[in-house]
């Protein structure tokens, strides 16, 4: 029997993070020589859902792990320890790739619990996994099955507890794939057992998606009256995106003795944008500085390219208010707002990145426009100028100028809004017969 728990990711780089930690925890069991369970807690996180904080040495963060292990709910055993994770620059910290470990418990009976708790040092965020703990039959000839979609080959002692058979094998705690990232997922299980020794094994690996079979691989085994470990590559470059099911079964000719290990593992559409509006990343963060406060950007810089579209990504899923459609309104709004003003307000370049761009994707249409030319008592010549007034939004007053007749009007007078700001000595460019009440 498989445990998991499998705690929805946060949204990366906003600040409507759950209290929650986002960890995924994955259990798989095998038998020692003594036919006990071993028990391995497999748990992952992405670098970007802890809290990184900067010092002399680096960009820092810890994670406390804590277990309790519980005996007809009495403690028999518990501990604690901190990982702590170092990086000398902060896209590591920002990205989505994962920090895995895995905590390993033997246990001779099913009357046992366990409970880990996880908490990031720095925000204190925190989670809870706890799970009853069934054993393997003393006398299975399987264990359940690992999936990683990475091995790699090593011996060295770096990371031994994710040695599988002289290979790293980097457990994937979630079992999701992106379709067209990878081409094969891994399983490795052990069979056979050394207290209760079987000799040819039949072996079939069925993948089922919506109870209709999609893969079968069959192959004839010899124990030799051992316990052997097994790695199998699985190809899914021509799986379609979805849910899959995975059987393990073996048969034992002479005893004719069955059992069968069940899993599943999932693939996801690769994360192809939808929301990328113009060639350049750059006019990218351009446009969400319209919408975001400078605090919010400044990471802009030390993103890959990767991130940066992640970033982009987030913010216009946090501000799709109605997620019970495909269509991302807020999205198709500043779209067509976009379009509007490179209609209406460009001039040398894209009127979306005009003044008068920034506040009509912000806001839309003014409620009331007044047009006309300033006074002809100034020292500058006259000039054409817009008041736009919004009275649904808090009464937001602007006033453009046109000061080189090429149609690239200047915001230099606001109202109400603190994310603009107006030009000291109105006057010295109105004149000094400027009507003042057309701002009101």
Not at 293 to 306: D, F, R, Y
Request: aromatic fraction near 14%; proline fraction near 2%; include cysteine.
């Amino acid at each position: 029997m498989k445990y998991f728990l499998l705690i929805i990711f946060a949204l990366v780089f906003s600040s409507l993070f759950s209290d929650q930690l986002p960890i995924v925890v994955d259990t798989n069991r095998f038998l020692d020589d003594a036919s006990n369970t071993i028990f391995d807690f497999n748990y992952q996180l992405a670098y970007n859902s802890l809290q990184f904080e900067k010092d002399v040495s680096g960009f820092k963060a810890g994670l406390k792990v804590e277990y309790t292990i519980l005996k007809d709910e009495e403690i028999v055993s518990q501990g604690d320890f901190i990982s702590k994770l170092i990086f000398p620059n902060q896209e590591m910290t920002r990205s989505g790739k994962l920090y895995r470990d895995k905590i390993s418990v033997t246990l001779p009976s099913s009357s046992y619990s366990m409970k880990i708790s996880f908490t990031d040092i720095n925000s204190s965020q925190s989670t809870t996994w706890s799970q009853n703990l069934t054993i393997l039959r003393r006398d299975t000839f399987l264990s359940d099955l690992e999936f990683s979609s990475n091995i790699v080959a090593d011996t060295t002692e770096y990371l031994d507890k994710f040695h599988r058979d002289g290979q790293l094998f980097f457990v994937s705690s979630n079992h999701i794939y992106s379709k067209g990232t990878i081409d094969s997922l891994y399983l490795y299980y052990e069979l056979g057992n050394k207290q209760f020794p079987v000799g040819e094994l039949f072996e079939k690996i069925t993948i089922f998606k919506d109870d209709d079979t999609v893969g079968v691989v069959t192959r004839d085994l010899n124990c030799h009256g051992a316990k052997l470990s097994q790695q199998r590559k699985i190809d899914i470059s021509e799986l379609k995106a979805g849910y899959y099911n995975i059987n393990v079964e073996l048969h034992d000719p002479i005893s004719n003795a069955s059992i069968v290990s069940k899993d599943y593992f999932s693939i996801k559409q690769s994360n192809i944008s939808n929301y990328r509006l113009f060639i350049e990343l750059e006019d990218e963060i351009t446009l969400l500085k319209y919408f975001l406060p400078s605090t919010k950007t400044k990471i802009w810089k030390e993103l890959s390219v990767e991130g940066k579209q992640q970033f982009i990504d987030k913010f216009w899923e946090i501000n799709n208010e109605d997620t019970s459609t495909k269509r991302n309104e807020f999205f198709e709004l500043t779209k067509t707002r976009i379009q509007y003003c490179n209609e209406h307000f460009s001039y040398f370049k894209d009127g979306w990145n005009t003044d008068r761009g920034r506040i009509y994707i912000k806001y839309g249409k003014p409620d009331d426009i007044v047009v006309g030319d300033t006074g002809i008592q100034t020292k500058y010549p006259q000039k054409r100028f817009e008041i736009w007034k919004y009275r649904i939004h808090n009464s937001l007053t602007y006033l453009f100028l046109d000061f080189s007749d090429t149609n690239n009007h200047k915001l230099i007078f606001s109202e109400n809004d603190p994310h603009e700001s107006s030009l000291p000595q109105l006057e010295a460019y109105l004149g000094e017969d400027f009507d003042m009440g057309l701002l009101n």
